[in-house]
């Protein structure tokens, strides 16, 4: 089993920035391909990025490409998701998730486990 907590969520100006951190627990973390989805009012979730369980692959939804970069610290069990140049359209529930093979990354049924969300809301 692995634990995963986000945080690092809240409200924000469009044009501004916010750093989701996502701690893992349990199993060893560098086991695990990390992923962030997101999920806006009335949508389903979405894949916004994911990475290696190296760190040396990274991939990104086409919405985020350029503005938002994952990474992770395997000796912090830590992943990341720093998100610049925020627009209103990014408001949504955030949740990192941990896939034990490296497969497509970008389908939620790739991933074993899953954190509660943290709420990212972004203002006009």
């Known amino acids: 089993q692995v634990q995963l907590v986000e945080s690092g969520g809240g409200l924000v100006q469009a044009g501004g920035s916010l750093r989701l951190s996502c701690a893992a627990s349990?199993?060893?973390?560098?086991?695990?391909?990390m992923g962030w989805f997101r999920r806006a009012p009335g949508k389903e979730r979405e894949f916004v990025a994911a990475?290696?369980?190296?760190?040396?692959?990274?991939y990104y939804a086409d919405s985020v490409k350029g503005r938002f970069t994952i990474s992770r610290d395997n000796y912090k069990n830590t992943a990341y998701l720093q998100m610049n140049s925020l627009n209103p359209e990014d408001t949504a529930v955030y949740y990192c998730?941990?896939?034990?093979?490296?497969?497509?990354?970008?389908?939620?049924?790739?991933?074993?486990?899953w954190g509660q969300g943290t709420q990212v809301s972004v203002s006009s």
């Open positions: 349990g199993r060893t973390f560098s086991n695990y391909a």
């Open positions: 998730a941990a896939a034990v093979r490296h497969g497509a990354l970008g389908r939620r049924s790739e991933y074993d486990y």
């Open positions: 990475i290696s369980w190296s760190g040396g692959s990274t």
